[in-house]
């Protein structure tokens, strides 16, 4: 029992010593705060802040109970870089927990931004839900992203998705701008520079600006599949087809899961097929239906190619001499292979069949038919 009194007069003597060391400015903030008279505990906890500007408690303060709660966060962010500026160390009193001044910053800080971005991408989803009022919930996404956007400025996802939400409604240049900076707060970020490649190609920037952030994209994600054929198509694009080429490769030799060993030849493939190199082409879905025997996908690659391959023959094209035999031989694979595709893609039956109609029609013309 003497134990607990005793207790209780060491807690009583420790509040007494905190509310003494506080000014009377502070004081009656605080008592103001406590009795939820938030108009009076915003008058005085500036003077606070001046009689007491040693004090990193009252800035984050009066950054959660006024500035927050009025959704005011420039002004919330400002408050708690100045009690950094003070002391990031200090242990401080707020909402009756004891903790440094770095750690408050961080928790409300993350608080905050969580709280705007979530009710952003609630808005986002209501457009899915009541598509005739998209514009409203685009508008108001866009604000809370905004806000998001201020409360934690490094964070690349805020932006990136900020740049979205510009996209859909119809502002380019805002769009671009968000995109630029997910990349300039966190330029190691693959969601930054991946959705920033995106935004800007659809805004109509050319394959020369996009370049740059597909490179960096796969530097930091080699294995993506999806970022990787974007590179590639890039590089298709501005000429550099050895180099389209090559990103495939590299990537496949550095892969080791099977499933995605697969998609990467299957993307090779498509690049062989684009500049004709139909027997690379040929290996290479080839590879991806050994690896993925339910990628009817590659299978139906490894059928265009045997196709090309006939196309060649047929016509002499390409650096081939005209032979119809080997176009026959080819058509014939080719027909093999779309019979195959069918069975595993059943839903896409008729149109497998129109591909078959095509290749057996070109099969009779190398045989004379």
């Not at 800035?59 to 500026?85: C, G, R, S, T, Y």
Request: net charge negative.
């Amino acid at each position: 029992m003497k134990n607990k009194q005793y207790f209780s007069k060491i807690i009583f003597l420790i509040a007494m010593v905190i509310i003494s060391c506080s000014s009377q400015e502070y004081t009656t903030a605080k008592l103001a705060i406590q009795q939820s008279d938030f108009k009076k505990a915003a008058e005085w906890l500036p003077k606070a802040m001046a009689v007491e500007p040693d004090n990193p408690e009252i800035p984050i303060v009066m950054a959660i109970e006024i500035h927050a709660e009025n959704e005011e966060w420039e002004q919330m962010i400002a408050l708690f870089d100045k009690a950094m500026e003070i002391n990031p160390e200090k242990v401080i009193e707020i909402r009756a927990a004891f903790i440094s001044v770095k750690e408050a910053v961080s928790n409300y800080k993350e608080f905050y931004w969580a709280k705007e971005f979530n009710i952003g991408v609630e808005q986002f989803k209501k457009i899915q839900e009541d598509p005739d009022n998209k514009p409203d919930y685009i508008s108001k996404a866009i604000s809370h992203f905004k806000s998001a956007a201020i409360i934690n400025p490094s964070d690349a996802n805020t932006h990136a998705t900020l740049a979205k939400c510009y996209f859909d409604q119809g502002d380019q240049e805002s769009a671009k701008n968000a995109a630029l900076t997910a990349v300039e707060k966190n330029p190691d970020s693959f969601d930054a520079n991946f959705s920033a490649a995106q935004i800007l190609g659809r805004a109509g920037m050319s394959s020369e600006d996009i370049l740059p952030y597909y490179e960096k994209a796969t530097s930091i994600e080699p294995s993506n599949s999806k970022a990787l054929r974007e590179l590639a198509g890039i590089y298709y694009d501005l000429g550099k087809k050895e180099q389209s080429i090559q990103v495939f490769e590299n990537a496949i030799a550095n892969e080791e899961n099977d499933t995605t060993k697969a998609d990467l030849y299957f993307n090779l493939g498509v690049i062989h097929n684009q500049m004709g190199n139909y027997e690379s082409a040929e290996l290479s879905f080839d590879e991806a239906f050994f690896l993925n025997e339910e990628d009817f996908e590659a299978a139906l690659g490894m059928a265009r190619s045997y196709e090309g391959l006939g196309d060649n023959y047929l016509n002499g094209a390409e650096g081939f001499d005209k032979d119809l035999d080997k176009a026959s031989r080819w058509y014939r694979k080719a027909e093999k292979k779309i019979k195959s595709v069918m069975v595993i893609d059943i839903d896409n039956k008729e149109t497998y069949q129109k591909n078959l109609e095509l290749v057996r029609y070109k099969r009779d013309v190398a045989e004379g038919n």
